[in-house]
Each structure stands twice: as C-alpha cells, then as structure tokens.
C-alpha cells in the first residue's frame, strides 16, 4: 500500500491525494505535522516537507511535482492528467507550474503570518500578495474561455492544481482572491471540488 504522508490542509498534499482518488491508487495516510513532527518527517525528507509520497517497497518520494510524474506514469497514458509529449504538455505544465506557485505563495503567506506575527516585513509581504494576485490574473487570462476546463474540455493537471491552490487562498487569506474578478477560474473551482475524487479530500488540519 502506498502511504501518504502530511495533511491536508497542504494545497500541495491535497494535489496528490485527489490524483490518487481519480486514479483509483489507493493510499493510507500518515497524519505528519512538518512543525508539530519535524523530526519524523526529516527523516523522510531532508527539507522537512511534505507530502512525502512512500511506495509500496519503501522508496520515498518528494516534492509533489515529482510524486504526480510518478503518478502519471502508473495511471498509464490514457488517463494521465498530463500529455505525455510536445507543445500540449508545455502548455499544461506551464498552466500547473502557475497553479502549484500560487500555492506555494499561498503557503508563504500563511507561514509568515503564523511565525512572524509580530515583526513582519511589509515589504515581502507586499510581493507576495502581489505574486498572488498577478498568479491569479494569470490563470484566469490563460483558462478556456468556453470551458468547461482549463484546456477545453479534458481535464488536466491543471484543473486540480489550480483547484487546491484556489481553496487554500480562500481559505486562508479570503481577501486576496476575489471571485468576481475571476469568473473562469470560478467556474473551473466548483467544477473541479465537486467531483468525488476532491471530495474525498477535505480541506481540513490533520
Ligand atoms: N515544492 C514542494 C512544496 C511543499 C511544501 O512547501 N509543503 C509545506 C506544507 S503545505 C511544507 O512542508 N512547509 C514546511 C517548510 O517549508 O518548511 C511540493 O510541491 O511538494
């Protein structure tokens, strides 16, 4: 069984697990905190983050960039999320690696408000908050304008990325992310949390 591990309050975690549910791979979960158990999960990752994706014979691996190319190989080329090759690769990696920097901007923020609640600078927080909104204006510019996905009417990696980007910046930092101002965005958000594979995956600590 592969073992998952982290929370899924992690925008980054909850992009694997809902690949894992609409890829039918199934998972247990270890419930890691990269604070609360920094010395368990250092010793699966030596950047002490997660998720950490361990493999049925033990191989551990991180970054969950590099655990969806995993992924994308054992979900086989019909139903990968990603093209396998040429420019409609690029272009859905290009959109994920968009997506996937926002959740990190995301993260950041989060990170900066719990550990520097009293003595922020001004001046990061200034950029990220600008990261996230010229991410955002991105995204909603780069979307399909007739939907229903991203790229038209497949969905990719892109869609779940940028999903669980979007809810962990609603969630976390509800006034940098206006809905009005990012209707297809929206409209990919609802799509893409009602499918029971996202629904599988709560936004939640633990
Ligand atoms: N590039 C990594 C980012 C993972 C990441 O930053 N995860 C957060 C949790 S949401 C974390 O572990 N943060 C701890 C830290 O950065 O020290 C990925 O995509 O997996």
Known sequence: MHRLVGQYDSPFLRRVAVTMHYYGIPYERDVLSVFGNADQVAELNPLIKVPVLIL???EKVF???MILDYLDEEAGPEKSLTPAKGAERRAVLRAVTIGWGLAEKSVALSIDKNMHANAPSLQWRHRVRLQIKLCLEWLENAADADGPWFFGDKMTQADITVAAALDHVGFRHERELDWDNHPKLKAIYDRATALD?????PLMEG
């Open 197 to 201: 594979c996202f629904k599988a995956v």
């Open 63 to 65: 970054d969950s960039q």
């Open 56 to 58: 049925p014979d033990g």
